[in-house]
């Protein structure tokens, strides 16, 4: 793959991105990276008191924002619905899509394994994606060829840092986003809309509190205090040098 300066950040949810691995795209974009932003859904299921297509306008815009807050190049919705993301041809080509249309050398999605099934469809969606885009014959869904090659693939932390048994993620490298906190403090006040949601759903009284704690704890790891925690992904034919601890310096984790 011939290496360009385009980073894909694609995430289930409106929120996702600023929670998950903002700061660490605060850092490439100071390296001069182009960052792109996209999520999933819209985030139409996220209110008690709004209907799907309210609800969904109001975090789209959220979305926009967040991105903006970090310096994305773009801002894309692939418009699945919450809670209803599913792994079908349908749903690979229009994820392969955007792939094509952007061609990242560098690509971040949710893990495998974690709490939720739109997070698990979208990381098996992205990874498939990563591989299919590349193929001249695949039909993904849109007007581009084929994108240049496999890319570089990261997997965030899960939410909290755990799968769904309770064992802690895999992690290869942790960032140090000290620096970095406010911004991402910044990007995620943009969700206004899920204060209330999540209170009412997930008895989070103040999810930007929840964010930083967590980020300390990866930051405690590495004996800084904010972190963001992230696993390669270095299955046949990804990349095997581990490309994002290169250029930001970020701390290797072998103990696991």
Avoid at 37 to 51: E, N, R, W
Avoid at 53 to 63: D, G, N, S, V
Avoid at 68 to 91: K, T
Avoid at 200 to 227: C, L, P
Wanted: charged letters at 25%; one cysteine or more.
């Amino acid at each position: 793959m011939t290496q360009n300066n385009r980073v894909l950040a694609i995430l289930p949810h409106p929120d996702d991105m600023e929670i998950l691995c903002a700061g660490t795209l605060l850092h490439l974009r100071a390296l001069t990276c182009e960052i792109h932003v996209a999520t999933m859904t819209s985030g139409d299921k996220g209110s008690a008191t709004l209907p799907p297509e309210e609800i969904a306008k109001i975090r789209r815009e959220e979305a926009r924002r967040g991105a903006a807050a970090i310096g994305s190049a773009s801002y894309h919705c692939l418009e699945f619905a919450d809670c209803e993301i599913v792994f079908d041809n349908a749903a690979r080509r229009r994820v392969a899509g955007l792939l094509r249309s952007i061609d990242p050398f560098l690509v971040f999605t949710t893990p495998p394994d974690d709490y939720m099934f739109d997070h698990e469809i979208t990381s098996r969606l992205v990874r498939d994606a990563c591989f299919n885009a590349p193929i001249q014959n695949y039909p993904a869904e849109g007007p581009g060829g084929p994108s240049s090659g496999i890319p570089y693939l990261y997997y965030t932390d899960a939410i909290e840092g755990h799968d769904i048994f309770g064992n802690p993620s895999r992690v290869t490298c942790i960032v140090d986003i000290s620096d970095r906190i406010e911004q991402k403090i910044s990007a995620l006040k943009c969700h206004d809309s899920q204060r209330a949601w999540l209170q009412k759903q997930h008895g989070m009284d103040n999810y930007i509190e929840s964010m930083k704690d967590w980020s300390a704890r990866r930051g405690q790891q590495i004996g800084a205090n904010y972190g963001e925690a992230f696993c390669q992904h270095r299955g046949h034919p990804h990349p095997q040098d581990d490309r994002l601890a290169a250029l930001l310096n970020a701390h290797i984790i072998t103990d696991q």
